[in-house]
Nanobody, 121 residues
Framework: VQLQAFGGGSVQIGGSLRLSCAAA????????VGWFRQAPGKEREGVSC???????YYRDSVKGRFTISRDNAKNTVYLQMNSLKPEDTAVYYC????????????????WGQGTQVTVSS
């Protein structure tokens, strides 16, 4: 399977973006799908995850601002990001997991190429 993340861009503080994670070659329906981000000089960190059953996970710093959803018919997972802050600036990646261990990047495979999100004043 090949995952591709897209929808990033440059926005001002307080702006919004919607990221999409699309899969080719396999269905995402049977997997948890997570979003991670990596800022320059920092480790990749888990941002959000949606389980096969629709359960969701958010890291504390994005709760109330980001919303993850999935559309199995389109084989796509979305990350709606509102009220963006400069500290959200990073390359965002999506990946899939057979398990529910949202913040542990070791449990994921099939990482897509990232999409850059830049938040500035």
């Amino acid at each position: 399977v090949q995952l591709q993340a897209f929808g990033g861009g440059s926005v001002q503080i307080g702006g919004s973006l919607r990221l999409s994670c699309a899969a080719a070659g396999d269905t995402l329906e049977n997997y948890a799908v997570g979003w991670f981000r990596q800022a320059p000089g920092k480790e990749r960190e888990g941002v959000s995850c949606v389980g096969r059953d629709g359960a969701t996970y958010y890291r504390d710093s994005v709760k109330g601002r980001f919303t993850i959803s999935r559309d199995n018919a389109k084989n796509t997972v979305y990350l709606q990001m509102n009220s963006l802050k400069p500290e959200d600036t990073a390359v965002y990646y999506c990946a899939r997991s057979r398990n529910w261990n949202p913040a542990n990047k070791q449990s994921y495979d099939s990482w897509g190429q990232g999409t850059q999100v830049t938040v500035s004043s």
